[in-house]
């Protein structure tokens, strides 16, 4: 996740915001509005393995990006792509971050509902072989009232039930660090959306337990209770 993009909208987006792996800077694109983002070089890694990693990430993102488009789920249109200097020019969104509405004063209610649709998406993305790698509230904004899911940079193809497992953990994780307060019964509802649109849920869930029980030393029965198996 590229961090800082925004408090409480994109269009706060008013200079180059520096992530892990780019920078994200505002830009125009003909007549459009658009975001830059440039993978930049790490002096950590050797020039040309890394000049080849980030060539292949710019690609698997925006294949990732438009695949999910397709899919049903939304994300940022792609203007361009420079294979070379390693940047995707895409559509700049005008909307709120979820995490902002998470944790802003509206209902409950509404936020459950926000919350379902996630799971909903996901379930879309993991039906269609999408990882997403960074399944957090800080990277879907609502936008006319619908989702929008950005920055895929993390993600890849994979049919893998535990690479699903894991999405769906990163998102656990979220709610519990990020939305304390509620963070059972949104975790509980996310589930209830993402049962709706993967028919072999509970395997994936199973797998959830299994990863989560492993990297917390804990009995997979101790875990029984946060998923709907």
């Not at 520096?18 to 125009?28: K, N, P, Q, T, Y």
Request: aromatic fraction near 8%; glycine fraction near 4%.
């Amino acid at each position: 996740m590229v961090e800082n993009i925004a408090n409480k909208s994109s269009s706060n987006l008013s200079k180059d915001k520096w992530g892990a792996e780019a920078i994200l800077s505002r830009s125009d694109w003909l007549d459009y509005k658009a975001i830059k983002k440039i993978r930049i070089p790490k002096k950590y890694r050797i020039a040309p393995l890394d000049l080849e990693l980030r060539k292949s990430r710019t690609v698997t993102e925006s294949k990732l990006l438009v695949s999910a488009k397709k899919n049903g789920v939304l994300t940022p249109y792609i203007f361009e792509i420079d294979i070379i200097n390693t940047t995707i020019v895409m559509e700049n969104i005008e909307g709120n971050l979820v995490k902002s509405i998470l944790d802003s004063e509206v209902g409950l209610q509404k936020k459950l509902n926000i919350v379902k649709k996630i799971g909903i998406q996901v379930g879309k993305l993991h039906n269609n072989d999408i990882i997403h790698g960074d399944l957090t509230t800080s990277n879907i904004l609502e936008h006319d009232s619908k989702l929008v899911f950005i920055d895929f940079g993390l993600g890849k193809f994979s049919v893998a039930i535990e690479d699903k497992a894991v999405d769906i953990l990163l998102i656990k994780k979220c709610f519990i660090s990020t939305h304390t307060e509620y963070n059972r019964e949104f975790f509980l509802v996310f589930q209830e959306g993402y049962k709706e649109t993967v028919s072999n849920f509970k395997t994936i869930f199973r797998r959830a337990v299994k990863v989560e029980a492993r990297g917390r030393h804990l009995n997979e029965e101790q875990l029984f209770s946060d998923y709907l198996l």
